[in-house]
């Protein structure tokens, strides 16, 4: 069996931002915690029983939303409540995702003492006029005050997000918010271009955007300055310090498995190889999930003939990409599955093959698509 994670996702927002398709919601009067805890305990136990988990959970992620707004009290006893529920492994990785706005020291150190070793800061950018393009709460000042304060509260391993190809930005801006960055001290930096997803503001009145050029080059010349100071690629969008890099996100790309639990989640779970991968969803709706964590929720099992593709998917976001035997020890198929797939991206040097790992060329990262659809059933 693969390695276990746990994604727990808490909904709230101070305000939705014009760019998020992730299942937020702006909070209006309070969120409900104790009644949220409850139903996040209740769900993970649920799943427990339901797929016979007996494994111990590698890493824990709680995402939004915006994490932070819980109090430290509401975060400890969801904490002990899974601990009395599953077993963790020693030296767990415990994310938690905040946004500068909500940024208090008193109450990261708290966090820090209830075993959360891990911080993904929502900064996006730390110019002032792009934060209010994007819909931002925070200011550029209160971003560096929050680098500050998780510093101050002991944690060690922090990721600050950014955006770049943002409206009315030059190459100029990204390479500033990057270097701002690197002057904090981050052990990891997430680095990813803004897209127009379906479903949100945007999306629904686009702003105009930096031209393909301007953000190609924002992109490699921001690349070239992580790498400078020692912030290596491991993944398209993630850059890290030496042994920093986020060890849940790498389970999803891994093909590992993990419990959702809370409004919206997703998870992924094996039970059997290769025909009973389950994929399955929570309610979106904070209220229907508080009024029952299972209904309008569901799961399915992923198609053996589609396995390839998920396999990919994930794994080739990677840049060590992947070995034979590990597809085979996730999927239970046959290496034969992969091709001629494989063989025709290695021809079209879309894909290397070093070290008994097959990972993506330059070529290949910059047209992905064109990798992915050679392995579609």
Known sequence: ???????????????????CDFNSHAIKTGAPEAA?????LNDLSKDLQRYHIVRPISSIFIGGGTPSL??????????????????????????LEANPGTFESHKFAEF????????????????????KKLGRVHSAHEAIVAAEIAHQAGFENFNLDLMFGLPGSSPEDGKTDVATAISLKPAHISFYQLTLETNTYFHKFPPQLPNDEV?????????????????????VSAYSQSGKHCTHNVN??????????GAGAHGKITQALPDKITRNFKPKSPEQYLNDTH?????????????????????????????????????????TTLEPALSACLKQKLLIYQDNHYSCSEQGWNFMDNVLEKFMP
């Open 1 to 19: 069996m693969p390695p276990l994670s746990l994604y727990i996702h808490i909904p709230w927002c101070i305000k939705k931002c014009p760019y």
């Open 36 to 40: 949220y805890i409850d139903a996040l």
């Open 70 to 95: 819980f109090s430290p009290d509401s975060v400890n006893r969801l904490l002990r409540g899974i601990e009395r529920q599953v077993t963790l492994k020693d030296r767990i990785e415990i994310t």
């Open 112 to 131: 820090r003492a209830l075993g959360i070793n891990r911080l993904s800061i929502g900064i996006q950018s730390f110019n002032d006029k792009l934060l």
């Open 215 to 235: 953000i190609f080059k924002t992109q490699k010349n921001c690349q070239k300055l992580l790498a400078s100071h020692g912030y290596q690629q491991y993944e």
């Open 252 to 261: 999803y790309w891994q093909f590992g498995d993990y419990l959702g639990i």
């Open 295 to 335: 209904k309008n929720g569901g799961a399915d099992v992923i198609a053996v003939a589609d396995l390839p593709l998920e396999f990919i998917m994930n794994h080739l976001r990677l840049k060590q990409g992947f070995t034979l035997e590990t597809y085979q020890s996730t999927t239970g198929l046959a290496t």
